[in-house]
């Protein structure tokens, strides 16, 4: 396995031998094969190694006996503890979601701090198995039928050759020791399950599973090689602009019958999904000037092309007075008052009862922890919650804004009012807050 190890990185060219490779180590039996494969090859490397604090002693454990074989074998060793759960109550994450951005926001913070090159995983040939499956049953792009990727920016997976049944001889054979997560072997999460229940009944089906996986692998990332040069020639003749303003003529989708596929793979890369897309060609031959956000870019449908330019940077805290006009991001906000007291009939227009607000108002961006009481609800709810329940994509998360008076939330701008601020028999005049998006030239 060693040689094969050695070949695996040498024909996909993941590392050097003079470079400093910082190895994820879990205490599983793929990651500590993976660390004594690079010890033993003479390889630079420390360990790094996330606590996410989920199952109690069990987690403790792992740290303290990853920590003691690098203490044995004379190797950095850095750890972290998360508070994984609250991460992801604040942030409306799964709790797999959340470790996952926790520990690789950490691992390019070390990788920084201590100058390393590459991180490498342990990921083997049976999770690039289930992955794919995964992605397969959630309706994922060709990339997603590809496998876990052998190396992506920095980090590379030198285990990607091996099955787990190959990792778990090869550990026993030479006395590896390594721990189990008991969690491994419930179905709780739907990796597991694909693990214990999909994958042994495709097994039934064709017994080589993995050695047909692998050349259909193999030839899924042709095809993905040459749709990436058809993508780039495309761009080259109809896409035109620079960092500030980007232009994509409506006529080169003339062609095509899978248009929002297209135009996705031209500017996924600014933040924008595919539902985005698929509206946005639907818009193609309508009335000009439907737009679409992210939180860095926004894309408008013009006469004959689409329009992307960044966000404009102005999200700072603003203060709202009566009978003005306010601008933040792609934003606009106009407050004016009445004695009409008509509740409001859109999202984007908040009536709200003008004695119970304490000028002036404060607009900002919405943080983890905010919460307010939803309008027609008697109890609160966060808003990270509030926006997930309405299906929120993480990008159209990251541009809502919220109004507040005397540090109460009256109104998630653009959604809904708080229920304390509605109109009722006593309201004698109201504040009517309306709320739209523009477009910076």
Known sequence: MTEQFLNHIQSNDLCRKDDKILLAVSGGVDSMVMLYLFRDAGFSVGVAHCNFQLRGKESDGDEKFVEGVCTELGLPFYSVRFDTELYAWDNGLSTQMAARELRYQWFERLMEEHHYAWLATGH?????????????ARGSSLEGLAGIPVKNKKIIRPLLFATRAHVEKFAE?????????????????????????????????????????????????????????????????FISGDDHRITIQK??????????????????????????????????????????????????????????????????????????????????????????????TSPSVAVIDLQKLKFPLVWRKWKAGDYFFPLGMEHRRKISDFLTDKKLSRADKGVVTVLESEGEIVWVVGHRIDNRYKITSQTQEVAVIAASSHFVQ
């Open 173 to 237: 054979a030479h006395g590896i020791q390594w721990r189990d997560d008991q969690s491994n072997f419930t179905d709780d999460y739907q990796r597991n399950f694909v693990r214990h229940q999909i994958i042994p009944k495709f097994k039934e089906l064709n017994p080589s599973l993995e050695a047909t996986l692998h050349n259909g692998l193999e030839k899924i990332r042709c095809d993905l090689e040459l749709i990436y040069h058809a993508v780039e020639t495309w761009k080259g003749k």
């Open 124 to 136: 083997h040939f049976d999770d690039t198995l289930e992955t794919v499956l995964l992605n397969w």
């Open 251 to 344: 006529s080169g989708f003339a062609a095509y019958g899978h248009q929002a596929d297209l135009l996705w793979r031209c500017i996924r890369e600014y933040g924008f999904n595919f539902e985005q897309c698929r509206e946005a060609v639907k818009a193609l031959h309508g009335q000009p000037g439907k737009q679409f956000f992210t939180p860095t870019h926004q894309l408008v449908v013009d006469r004959t092309s689409l329009i992307i330019t960044p966000q404009p940077e102005a999200w700072t805290e603003t203060r709202i007075d009566r009978n003005e006009e306010y601008t933040m991001g792609p934003w606009r906000l106009t407050v004016a008052t009445s004695k009409e007291l008509k509740p409001g």
